[in-house]
């Protein structure tokens, strides 16, 4: 009797985490597929590590004690990325992907035009960051992190997010206007 018990308790305590898993954790694969993404540098990749990066969240599930899943899971995603990096690829790979373009319905030819260079240009010089810089511009510019966030995240002081963010984004208006110019030079 008393083992039955015991197993209708663990059940009742998995129902709870997983209730809880999904309130908390599963609503950020968005932004957890995102940061995989652009460090990772493809789609197929992004989805291994985000599915790795899920299960070992959901593994140490019983761990996390804060209120903020977007935070926690993205640390992991980090943590699973960089791992995954170290195993399987060279630190310096080109950018193979392509960004959504936009809905093509409501721009005309020109602007469309346009619109893809631009997207282009900045694919590229995201994808020339170095990646302690991409990943600090990604967190905050694509998904809107706070500096204290970014700093739980990359387990680095407030103050390198900071100088990481202000490089990056140096580095990139560089490339930016850099490439307008050779653009309009030739």
């Not at 789609?43 to 209120?67: I, M, N, P």
Request: hydrophobic share 40%.
């Amino acid at each position: 009797m008393l083992g039955l018990v015991e197993q209708q308790r663990d059940s009742v305590l998995q129902q709870s985490k997983l209730a809880r898993f999904e309130l908390l954790v599963v609503p950020y694969m968005g932004p957890a597929y995102n940061l995989a993404r652009w460090l990772t540098r493809n789609d197929h990749d992004a989805e291994d590590v985000v599915q790795e990066a899920f299960l070992r969240a959901y593994r140490f599930f019983d761990g996390f004690h804060g209120s903020d899943g977007r935070t926690w899971l993205l640390a992991i995603v980090r943590n699973t990325c960089y791992t995954w990096l170290q195993q399987n690829r060279k630190p310096s790979l080109a950018l193979e992907e392509s960004m959504p373009d936009p809905d093509t319905g409501r721009s005309n030819p020109e602007a469309l035009l346009l619109g893809s260079v631009d997207r282009e240009l900045l694919r590229r010089a995201l994808g020339d960051l170095p990646v302690e810089f991409r990943e600090v511009i990604i967190l905050r510019e694509l998904e809107g992190l706070s500096y204290k966030e970014i700093s739980a995240i990359a387990e680095i002081p407030l103050g390198t997010v900071m100088s990481r963010l202000a490089r990056a984004r140096g580095r990139l208006q560089e490339a930016l206007t850099g490439g307008a110019r050779e653009g309009g030079a030739a």
